[in-house]
């Protein structure tokens, strides 16, 4: 599998003084204003923004730390992910580690299920050596107790963000009531944080590759499944010229075949 991470680093600045506990950050004028935060999501212009939000909604929640990760299959063989740091001691350490978007069990959880969940109530197997030595390093740098907030896309697994919340606490959000005081304000802060970057990549990848109205028409032929002498007829174009402008589309986007293209365009969201 082809990995492309891109990790978004946090400026230097004072660790958050985490809460005593859950219960007395829910109470705090804070955890009040992270209606607030949330919803200045959308109009965030680029990563060193997205980073103080994330690291205000850190301090709101009474946490140490925090991560951001968004996922994407650009097609059969290419994976993409991309991260955002608080401001943890450590995480840039730890991420360092991760070849593989297999390796990190949070986001590895978050593929595979929708509802959130405690980092140590994962099912990790014996022989997921990676994962589990991901998990002992990040309870050394703020993570002792962390929860795990999935967000996913209409397109299913091939689009998937997480948020992963951390306390150097071991019991910080072991209440039976953790769930409910975090699960609105924190899943809502991984959905939007997964819309705001999806659209994000949408546009650059759009603007790098210069898709032209035309393109976007043939994708979306193609999508619909029109074969190429039906595509030719509905343009008033020789069948030929149809091959030719595939190709070009195929070669921009760095894919092997239309279907692939046309998957990739799909997987961000283009067409």
Known sequence: MNCSTSRTEPSDAPEPTPATSLENAVQSASF??????IAKIPTVHGDAEAIDLLQEAV????????????????????????????????????????SSTADDPWLHYAGQHFEPRRSRELDVPLDAHARRSFLAQAAEIGFRDAIIFPSHSVNGPSRVGMLCLGSDQADYFASPDALALLSVPASAMSFHLHVWWHARLRSDLVNRVRLTPLELDLARMQRQGLTTKHMARVLGTPINTIDSRFARLCRRLGVGSRRAAVELLHSYGVI
């Open 32 to 37: 009040a204003g992270l209606n607030r935060l």
């Open 59 to 98: 301090q709101a929640l009474g946490c140490t730390a925090a991560v951001f990760a968004s996922f994407i299959r650009d097609d059969a063989t290419m994976r993409s992910c991309r991260y955002l740091f608080s401001r943890g001691p450590g995480l840039r350490q730890l991420y360092g580690t991760v």
